[in-house]
């Protein structure tokens, strides 16, 4: 349990309700649905059709591969072997349908700066994301990271100065997951060392100013530490990537939820 922020981009359709988040992602989860159902449809043909032992083996790891680019975790995908019959795959796929839904273009989870940004533009902890909010909170970002960078804590690559140890990241946890108890323990230790000197410099007077944290539900931390450095870095990289990529005739909607 916490605070998960998803952002999603969508082309709507005729009728669909531009200014309504419920309708939007009504839209997308359906339109995700439908493609799903007819691409999976097409390649069970082809299965169906297969002469060859080596030609459904390819078929089937294709389909594998659609089903792990469409599904969000790994059990789904896991389950589509080449033992299955035919007809037990189109009862997997089948099954698979009722659980697809569109993916989030960005993600955060206990982020809640980023909910604190958004706050003022929030109905019903959800809302319609512009250009406009997107380039700030960027250049919110830009200003965070140049004032740890004068202060020593960041490098002109973008990358926390000295932090040669793994961290626990709410986007990325699979090395911390993955080291022992006690070098996880050992781990904290050099972090905690490493964090004391963060909340010294003029970087958190401006995080404050621009980003500030906020407490809430299972919000998470609202410390100015490495891990909101780290936290920053990773907004920034994350919402430039979405404007690169965000076309003229697509809407980004936001849905808060804990």
């Excluded at 080596?54 to 469409?70: A, G, H, W």
């Excluded at 140890?165 to 323990?185: C, F, S, V």
């Amino acid at each position: 349990m916490g605070l998960d922020i998803y952002f999603q981009k969508v082309k709507p359709g005729k009728g669909v309700n531009r200014e309504s988040v419920a309708e939007l992602d009504q839209y997308n989860n359906a339109t995700v649905k439908k493609k799903f159902i007819e691409r999976t449809k097409r390649l069970m043909a082809q299965i169906d059709r297969a002469m060859q032992i080596s030609e459904r083996t390819e078929l089937i790891k294709k389909l594998q591969k659609y089903v792990k680019k469409v599904m969000k975790y790994d059990w789904y995908y896991e389950g589509i072997t080449t033992e299955l019959t035919n007809e037990e795959l189109r009862k997997k796929i089948d099954d698979l349908s009722q659980s697809v839904y569109a993916r989030e273009d960005v993600y955060f989870r206990k982020v809640n700066f980023v909910y604190a940004f958004f706050a003022e533009y929030l109905v019903d902890e959800e809302c319609i994301v512009t250009k406009d909010m997107v380039r700030d909170l960027i250049g919110r970002c830009n200003k965070v990271i140049e004032a740890a960078k004068e202060d020593g804590l960041i490098n002109n690559k973008n990358k926390i100065i000295n932090k040669n140890a793994y961290y626990y990241h709410y986007q990325d946890g699979e090395n911390w997951l993955n080291i022992t108890p006690e070098r996880r323990k050992e781990e904290e230790e050099r972090i905690n060392k490493l964090s004391e000197h963060l909340t010294d410099g003029h970087w958190v007077e401006v995080a404050e100013h621009e980003l500030p944290t906020q407490a809430g539900f299972f919000f998470g931390s609202t410390d100015y530490n490495i891990y909101y450095l780290s936290d920053v870095l990773d907004c920034k990289e994350k919402f430039e990537k979405l404007l690169k990529n965000w076309k003229d005739d697509e809407i980004v909607y936001n849905m808060m939820s804990w």
